[in-house]
T-cell receptor, first 118, second 109 residues
Framework: GAVVSQHPSRVICKSGTSVKIECRSL??????MFWYRQFPKKSLMLMAT?????????EQGVEKDKFLINHASLTLSTLTVTSAHPEDSSFYIC??????????????FGEGSRLTVL | EDQVTQSPEALRLQEGESSSLNCSYT??????LFWYRQDPGKGPEFLFT???AGEEKEKERLKATLTKKESFLHITAPKPEDSATYLC??????????FGKGTLLTVNP
């Protein structure tokens, strides 16, 4: 099946620094990618929809200046957590839909990135 | 607002003991109901999509069914390797998915 690669899988940073997480679709093109955040024993929460060549669409309550999303190509979206604080520590997961197959809604997820802010 | 409730939160089975997981949902304009499997520390892995009431899909020991209000994931003769968290999600507009909290399945040998 389609593969979505996410990097890094784990990152530890100091409070106040910025962290970039990459999401790549390896064998298909994705005009739209999605960024989720997952807390332990909680649902995946959609943070934003990343659109290739245009601005991301953020969900209500998500600070767009804190979570910068860039979708520079059909196979790459990045999430930058700016001025990270301990409360930003979480599991961040990206997903993408294979535009070419037209399989509506069948998202492929990355392996996730565990962010720990000290 | 779309909502998804999964039950039970956790389920322990003996190897070979069949059971079902439930996913109740409310959504305006269902575009699809999705089941995913998630292993610890990993991203979700797609299992099934169901689009209309009455639809059923099978994959190995798993069978997903759908009604207008809920979906069931039936597990027949489970094996320890089926242990994982199973997530249910409903799709609305723009492929946005609303997820349930998942059911943690443990299958003991």
């Amino acid at each position: 099946g389609a593969v979505v690669s996410q990097h890094p899988s784990r990152v530890i940073c100091k409070s106040g620094t910025s962290v970039k997480i990459e999401c790549r679709s390896l064998d298909f093109q994705a005009t739209t990618m999605f960024w989720y955040r997952q807390f332990p024993k909680k649902s995946l929460m959609l943070m934003a929809t990343s659109n290739e060549g245009s601005k991301a669409t953020y969900e209500q309550g998500v600070e767009k200046d804190k979570f910068l999303i860039n979708h520079a190509s059909l196979t790459l979206s990045t999430l930058t957590v700016t001025s990270a604080h301990p409360e930003d520590s979480s599991f961040y997961i990206c997903s993408a839909r294979d535009t070419g197959t037209g399989m509506a809604g069948e998202l492929f997820f990355g392996e996730g990135s565990r962010l720990t802010v000290l | 607002e779309d909502q998804v409730t999964q039950s039970p939160e956790a389920l322990r089975l003996q190897e070979g003991e069949s059971s079902s997981l439930n996913c109740s949902y409310t959504v305006s304009g269902l575009r699809g109901l999705f089941w995913y499997r998630q292993d610890p520390g990993k991203g979700p892995e797609f299992l099934f999509t169901l689009y209309s009431a009455g639809e059923e899909k099978e994959k190995e020991r798993l069978k997903a069914t759908l009604t207008k209000k809920e979906s069931f994931l039936h597990i027949t003769a489970p094996k320890p390797e089926d242990s994982a968290t199973y997530l249910c999600a409903v799709g609305g507009s723009n492929y946005k998915l609303t997820f349930g909290k998942g059911t943690l399945l443990t299958v003991n040998p």
